[in-house]
């Protein structure tokens, strides 16, 4: 995974190029009127289909409200057992942190990685120790708003070495999208660009 989001963020606009780079080689004659015709209309018609314009709130609203992993939480006083168990049960990686009734105030995030470094790693049982031990606390966290583009999201958690990051916006916690959410609304994205691409060549523009 961490490869396919590394060749996104390294070679985002390879498509493009291999789709222009076959219109020099297949009819390098008419190459001035193309790239005239095309840079006539890319800035017209492609920005306003907006290229690497998908943002987080896109992928939330792709998620639905009632997603696995769109919001899931438990709370500073659960135990880590609880805590995984709940990921288990719906098939995430992450569940947010919130203090005992405040769930729109966020406390922190809580990952199987912390769970593996923190209490199988260091012998510690997760039936007595609770999530507030070993959760990454607020001021630590990593996080987007709905307006963040994708790519941007998706370079944050590589760089961070991280696989899930909480969506915030000034109203608080309005859900969670993981590393297989943004490189597949990434995916997606240049695949719809290659088909506008391959459109304006046959003449669709």
């Excluded at 390098?28 to 095309?38: G, L, W, Y």
């Excluded at 966020?106 to 012998?123: H, S």
Aim: proline content about 2%; hydrophobic content about 40%; glycine content about 8%.
């Amino acid at each position: 995974m961490k490869g396919a989001v590394q060749a996104f963020l390294l070679h985002g606009n390879t498509v493009k190029n291999a789709v222009l780079q076959r219109i020099r080689v297949v009819n390098p004659v008419k190459r001035p009127i193309i790239f005239s015709r095309f840079e006539s209309v890319s800035s017209a018609r492609m920005e306003e289909h907006g290229f690497e314009s998908t943002t987080i709130a896109d992928i939330l609203k792709a998620k639905g409200k009632g997603a696995d992993g769109s919001w899931l939480w438990c709370t500073t006083d659960d135990t880590v057992y609880n805590a995984v168990k709940s990921m288990t049960q719906h098939n995430v990686g992450a569940l947010v942190v919130v203090k005992p009734g405040e769930q729109e105030s966020i406390a922190g995030i809580i990952t199987e990685r912390d769970y593996l470094r923190k209490i199988i790693v260091q012998g510690r049982s997760s039936k007595s120790t609770k999530v507030g031990d070993i959760m990454t606390e607020e001021n630590k966290l990593i996080t987007v708003t709905p307006e963040t583009k994708v790519l941007r999201a998706m370079q944050l958690m590589t760089d961070n070495r991280i696989r899930h990051i909480p969506v915030i916006d000034e109203k608080g916690m309005v859900g969670m999208v993981s590393i297989g959410d943004v490189v597949r609304a990434v995916v997606i994205e240049h695949r719809e660009e290659l088909d506008r691409l391959n459109a304006y060549i046959q003449g669709g523009y």
